[in-house]
T-cell receptor, first 116, second 111 residues
Framework: KAGVTQTPRYLIKTRGQQVTLSCSPISGHRSVSWYQQTPGQGLQFLFEYFSETQRNKGNFPGRFSGRQFSNSRSEMNVSTLELGDSALYLC???????????????FGPGTRLTVL | DQQVKQNSPSLSVQEGRISILNCDYTNSMFDYFLWYKKYPAEGPTFLISISSIKDKNEDGRFTVFLNKSAKHLSLHIVPSQPGDSAVYFCAASGGNEKLTFGTGTRLTIIP
């Protein structure tokens, strides 16, 4: 089974621009979560999508948004980029057949975003 | 407000010895705990988990201990191997809480 894939792997943008990151979950997985990883902050939860609906949201400003398509692929968008948005953005998928959040999350390699 | 804390940003251990990584949490709703391992340029990979109904879970060289009264868990790696050098994240979930990660501990195994 192919793992979680994220594109692009690296991205350089300037302040004020917007960016869209893509995530393809493991085949059959319906839940996709997004995380931001910065040094000293660990993995900060952004949001989770399940069957095209946002089920959970972290404490990030409205500039961060996402969506999920019918094939479970997900995109994350950040508008009006700020220097502090430079981070590794990780996507994770899980089967999440029920409401249990004990299903193991499988992570992609991440997209390294640098904002200049 | 960091609900899951890993107070040691780094740890160095001699090859063959025991590595002990610690994690503390504050939210009493958490009832499921996981450890993830992350190599550079890769996403975290699931290592081992424990439910709050247990106080120990073992998988090969990896053992996780949970002390609910102290809201503390630890990961023991015995014996430590060079390939164990990575960043280890502790994570917790429970109730309506989403999976919450700690800030990570960089483990370096010295040959």
């Amino acid at each position: 089974k192919a793992g979680v894939t994220q594109t692009p792997r690296y991205l350089i943008k300037t302040r004020g621009q917007q960016v869209t990151l893509s995530c393809s979950p493991i085949s059959g997985h319906r839940s996709v979560s997004w995380y931001q990883q910065t040094p000293g902050q660990g993995l900060q939860f952004l949001f989770e999508y399940f069957s095209e609906t946002q089920r959970n949201k972290g404490n990030f400003p409205g500039r961060f948004s996402g969506r999920q398509f019918s094939n479970s692929r997900s995109e994350m968008n950040v508008s009006t980029l700020e220097l502090g948005d430079s981070a590794l953005y990780l996507c994770a998928s899980s089967s999440l057949l029920g409401q249990a959040i004990t299903d193991t999350q499988y992570f992609g390699p991440g997209t390294r975003l640098t904002v200049l | 407000d960091q609900q899951v804390k890993q107070n040691s940003p780094s740890l160095s251990v001699q090859e063959g010895r025991i590595s002990i990584l610690n994690c503390d949490y504050t939210n009493s709703m958490f009832d499921y705990f996981l450890w993830y391992k992350k190599y550079p340029a890769e996403g975290p990979t699931f290592l081992i988990s424990i439910s709050s109904i247990k106080d120990k879970n073992e998988d090969g060289r990896f053992t996780v201990f949970l002390n609910k009264s102290a809201k503390h868990l630890s990961l023991h790696i015995v014996p430590s191997q060079p390939g164990d050098s990575a960043v280890y994240f502790c994570a917790a979930s429970g109730g309506n809480e989403k999976l919450t990660f700690g800030t990570g501990t960089r483990l370096t195994i010295i040959p």
